[in-house]
């Protein structure tokens, strides 16, 4: 990458962070971070506890309970703590850790490494990659109740976990001096990538208006099934 490609580079992602889309994107990463912070602290804690109660035991039942056990058992406390927030650290996605993801897994995984890829990308395609993290964010709460076995989630996962990482891998392998270089069809590598997460914007787009449907439709079956079981009852009592 040449010295005026990283300068753009490094203005896009200056844009970018204070860009509304964003704020957000970085909001909501910084939001799951701290969440499995005190997750795993709360895991730490409880555990800590549990080795303070069972170190008091022992010490109760051998009589050595004094000063010299009392900072034992801090020790032991406190490293029980720092090793469950070590050991339970989330490692980085992986393309293949992307695929084996749980569905309601599967969109904020697919942000994490996306955010990964950003360096390696144009300006253009990490504009689409903020607007791929907001749909993805969209489709998040859809696939909370959605069967893994179901038709649409089969879809969502080879879109989501397969194709859209293919693609994005598909251009780092091209070599830097011919990203921008016009193939056979007239476009260079950096538009087709662009082309592409256009059309897996669209395509995450339409599975979540999709699946909604699917929920609105479901809503309305049950409200004109409760319309009839109950308003139909009341009717024929008041026609009695």
Do not use: C
Not at 121 to 144: S, V
């Amino acid at each position: 990458m040449s010295q005026s490609d990283r300068i753009l580079q490094q203005a896009d992602e200056l844009l970018r962070r204070v860009s509304p889309q964003a704020r957000e994107l970085a909001r909501r990463q910084r939001k799951r971070r701290q969440e499995a912070f005190m997750r795993r602290l709360r895991t730490g804690v409880m555990l800590a506890i549990a080795a303070i109660i069972g170190m008091a035991g022992v010490g109760v039942f051998f009589n050595s309970f004094g000063l010299a056990w009392l900072m034992l058992t801090l020790v032991i406390a406190f490293l029980v703590i720092v090793g469950v927030l070590i050991a339970g650290s989330q490692p980085d996605v992986t393309q293949e850790r992307l695929m084996e993801s749980e569905l309601p897994a599967l969109p904020a995984n697919t942000e994490q490494w996306l955010a990964k890829q950003r360096l390696a990308l144009p300006a253009p395609a990490n504009r689409k990659l903020d607007a791929i993290a907001t749909r993805l964010e969209e489709l998040r709460p859809q696939l909370q109740n959605l069967d893994p076995r179901e038709p649409a989630a089969v879809e969502v996962r080879r879109l989501v976990g397969v194709e859209l990482p293919e693609l994005v891998e598909g251009y780092k392998r091209v070599p830097d001096h011919l990203r921008r270089e016009e193939s056979l069809g007239g476009r260079t590598p950096e538009h087709q990538l662009v082309e592409g997460l256009d059309i897996v914007e669209s395509e995450i787009s339409r599975m979540t208006r999709q699946l909604a449907a699917g929920e609105l439709d479901a809503l309305a079956t049950q409200g004109k099934f409760l319309e009839l079981k109950y308003r139909g009852d009341e009717d024929l009592g008041n026609g009695r």
